[in-house]
C-alpha cells in the first residue's frame, strides 16, 4: 500500500499546485507533499526490514531491497529540494528571471520528474522500467531549458538528444535480454522477477552483448564517460534545485537499472564479465573528470565534473565487488546524493547573490552569505571525504576493496585522483569564500526555507553511515548477490 | 513477402542517408514505416495475434500520418531552408552506409547463430537501421534530420522487437509509443526555441556551452 501512495503523493500534488496562481500556496503544497513522500518512504523502508519480504503488486509493482534504497534516497534529496525550491523560485521571481505565470508549470515538471524517478525503481516490468527512465528525459529537458535563454536551451537539446540516443541502446539490449529469456523459456516477458528465476539458464553468449548495450545505453543517462558530454551543460543550465535532484538522484536510477541487469548478468556469466566493464567505465570517468575539474570557469559545471568523479568512485565499488567494494559504493550513492545536493543549492545562493556564475566573480562568499557559505565549506570538505562526514567512510570502503584485493595500482589510481580533485576543488572554492568581497556587493540574508534545506541535509551528511541507510545497504548486499 | 518488405526497409535506410533535401527526408521516413506497419501487420496475420494488429495500426498512424505531418509542419512554419547541409556528402555517407551494414551483418550472425534465416535477415537490417540512424544524427546539420535519425533508430529497434520476439508485451509497446510521440513533441518544441534563440536550426551553431 504505501507503494502506491508513495508513487501517487507527487503525482496528485502536481495536479493540485496547478490550481493556484500564488507561489505561496504552491510552495506550501510542495512542502506538504514531500513531507509526505519523506514519512511514507521511510514507513516502508522500515515496514521492508522488519519483514525482509519484496513487496510486490498487480505484478506491474515490485519492490526489493535495491528498489526501497533508491526510493528512500529519492524521497529525502526532493524533499530538501521542495523545500529549498521556495527560496530559489522567491528570487528568481524577484530577478524577473522566470514570470510569475511560469511558476506552476516549474512545480508541475518538478513533480512530474519525481514521480518518473520512482516510478524506474518500483516497476517490475524492465520494459517500463524502460519508459520511466525515458520519461525522466523528456520531462526534466523543460526544467533545464527553463529559463528559455540560448545556453539553457542548447543544454536541453543536448541533454535530449544524447540521452535519448542512449536509451535506445538500452532498448536494443532490453529486447536483446527478453529474447534470451524467450530462447530459454518459450515465454515472452520482460518482468525481472522471472529472468531472476532462470538466469543461470540464459545464453551467455546474448547476455554477454545484452548487457553491453545497457551499460553503453543507460550509462550515457548515468553520466559514465565517455558519454558523460550532456551533463556538464544540462546541470550547469538548470535550475538549481533541478541540478540537485539531477545530479544527486537522476544520475543513480540509471545506475540502479544498470544493477538490476547486473544481478541477472552474474547469475549467468559470473561476476567478472560485469566487473570489468564497471571498473573500465569507472577509472575513464575518474580520468575525465580528474582532468576536467582543474580548468573549470563555471561554479556550476565545477560541481558536475566531480559527479562524474563519484559516479566514477561508485562504479569502481561496484566493480571491486565483494562485501567491502559494494558496500562502499552503495552507501556513496547515498551520501553523494545529499552532499550534492547541499553543494549545488550553495551554489545557486551563490549565483543568484553575486548575479554570475563565473568563479572569478564570485568573491569574500563568506562575508556576503554567511550562512551558505559556512554550509558550502562544509559541504566541500564532506565531498572530498574528510572524516567525521559519511563520504569518508564509503571512500575508505571502495579504497580498502581495493587494496584488501591486491589492486594496489586501481587503488592508488584512486588515491591519487581523488587528491587532485580535492586540491581543484578546495583551490577553486577557496578563491570564491575566502578573500574581500566587491566593494558594491551587498550582504544577503537567506530566507528561512533555505535554512531548513541546508540544516537537513546536513543531519543526513552526518549519519548517512548509521541508522536506517546503513540496514538498507545491508539488505540490498544480500540482494545484489542473487540470493 | 516478409524477405522484401524486410529488404525494403534497409533501402528506406539508406534513402535516408542519400536524402539532399529535409522534404525527402520525411517522405523516406514516412515509406519507411509505412513498409514496417506492413510487415508488422503480416506478422500479426500470421500468428493470430490481435496485440500485435493494433500496434501495427498505431505505427501506421503515429509514424506514418502524424509525426510526419507534425515535422513538416515544423518546417513550414518556420520556413526552414530546404536543403539538408552535410557533415559529409551523400556519396561518402553512402559508402560508409554500405560499410556500416556489412558490420552489422557480421554481427547479426555472431548473435543469432541458433536462430532461422528470417530472424537472422531481420536483425541484420534492424541493426542497420539503428546504425544508419546514428550515422544520420551524427552527419547531418539540421536539428529535424536529429530527431528523424532518432526516429529510424527507433524503427530499427521496433522491428527486432517486432518479429525477433513477435511484440513486446502490450502495455510495455503502449507506454514506448506513447514515449515516442512525447518526445517528438517535446524535441519539435525545443525545435522552435531554437529556431527563435539561434536564428536557423542549425546545430553547429549550439557551441556556446564547452569545457
Redesign the interface.
Known sequence: MELLIVLAVPLVFSLLGVISNSHKAQAKIIFLAYLLNVIFSISLAYRFLVSQQPLSLLHIFYADSLSIFFVFTISVVSFAAAIYSKGYIEHELAAKLIAPKTTKYYYLLFNLFVFSMLLTVMVNNLGLMWVAIELTTLVSAFLVGFHNSRNSVEAAWKYLIICSVGIVLALLGTIIFSYAFFLSSGVKSLNWTELFIVAKNLNPDLVRIAFIFIIVGYGTKAGLAPMHTWLPDAHSQALSPVSALLSGVLLKTSIYAILRYSVITNLCLGSAFSSHLFVFFGVLSLAVSAGLVLVQKDIKRLLAYSSIEHIGIIMLGFGLGGIMGTYGALLHIFNHAVTKSLLFFGAGNLVNAYGSNKIRSIRGALKVLPFTGFMVLIGIFALSGFPPFAMFFSELMILAAAFSQGNYLLGGFILLVLSLVFSAVLYQFGKMLFGEKPDHQPAVKEPFSIYLAFLFLLALILVGWSGLVNSLVQSVLITLKGL | MEFFLILGLLASAFGLVSAKRLSVLIGNFSLQSLLLAILTFVEAVNLGQLGLCIIALLVLALKVVIIPKILSNITKEIKVNDNLEFYLNPQLSLLMALLLTYLCWTFAS??F??SDAVAKMCGAVSFSM?ALG?FL?IFRVK?LA?IIG?LA??NG?FL??AL??????F??EM??F??VF??VV??GV?VY??NR??VGID?SK?N??R?
Open positions: 555472431v548473435i547463430v541458433e539503428i546514428m544524427m536539428a536529429q532518432l533508430m527507433e529497434v527486432l522487437a525477433v520476439l513477435n511484440g513486446m508485451p502495455l510495455v507506454a514506448i506513447f514515449d512525447v518526445g517535446i524535441l525545443f526555441r531554437i534563440l539561434f546545430v549550439l556556446r556551452l569545457g
